[in-house]
T-cell receptor
Framework: DAGVTQSPTHLIKTRGQHVTLRCSPI?????VSWYQQVLGQGPQFIFQ???????GRGNFPDRFSARQFPNYSSELNVNALLLGDSALYLC????????????FGPGTRLTVL | EDQVTQSPEALRLQEGESSSLNCSYT??????LFWYRQDPGKGPEFLFT???AGEEKEKERLKATLTKKESFLHITAPKPEDSATYLC??????????????FGKGTHLIIQP
């Protein structure tokens, strides 16, 4: 069975640019969450989407936005990139938005120069 | 504010030397506590979900336990392939939904042959 997939694997951008990261959840899962993980830290919650609606938001600036599509895949957008946005961006899927285990994808490594 | 503290930050063991990793948490309305394993540069791999104090789960050489304030991940007779960072996360419930996961910084475990 296919797990959570993310694209691209790696990405290099310069300050001020915009980036779009993509995620496809496990088949049958309707909820997608996004996390940012900087080196040496645990993942930090950015957004949760369920049935195409935002269900939760972490403490991130408005430069970060996301959406979920009818097929439950999701995009994370980051505008006006800063050096501090360099991190591993993780997508996790779960069956529902209420509770239950979240399964993570391999992540997208974003480097901002 | 929700908090998850993992200890020790790093642990080096000899192959076959059993030990325990600690996860202390402060959260209102715990919905679930999760353990993940993460290899360098990869996404977290799900290990266990615990929902209530007194619950225990086992998988191969790993056993997770939960109390009202902390969780332990016991590793019995570890092998070099158990070397990884082990992450603990909590999820709280609010109203009809659940929030994103709050992670600790992880315990970096090295098993020497």
């Amino acid at each position: 069975d296919a797990g959570v997939t993310q694209s691209p694997t790696h990405l290099i951008k310069t300050r001020g640019q915009h980036v779009t990261l993509r995620c496809s959840p496990i088949s049958g899962h309707k909820s997608v969450s996004w996390y940012q993980q900087v080196l040496g830290q645990g993942p930090q919650f950015i957004f949760q989407y369920y049935e195409k609606e935002e269900r939760g938001r972490g403490n991130f600036p408005d430069r970060f936005s996301a959406r979920q599509f009818p097929n439950y895949s999701s995009e994370l957008n980051v505008n006006a990139l800063l050096l501090g946005d360099s991190a591993l961006y993780l997508c996790a899927s779960s069956i529902s938005g209420n509770s239950g285990t979240q399964y993570f994808g391999p992540g997208t490594r974003l480097t901002v120069l | 504010e929700d908090q998850v503290t993992q200890s020790p930050e790093a642990l080096r063991l000899q192959e076959g030397e059993s030990s325990s990793l600690n996860c202390s948490y402060t959260v209102s309305g715990l919905r679930g506590l999760f353990w993940y394993r993460q290899d360098p540069g990869k996404g977290p791999e799900f290990l266990f979900t615990l929902y209530s104090a007194g619950e225990e789960k086992e998988k191969e050489r790993l056993k997770a336990t939960l109390t009202k304030k902390e969780s332990f991940l016991h590793i019995t007779a570890p092998k070099p392939e158990d070397s990884a960072t082990y992450l603990c996360a909590v999820q709280k419930g609010s109203g009809g939904g659940a929030d994103g996961l709050t992670f600790g910084k992880g315990t970096h475990l090295i098993i020497q042959p």
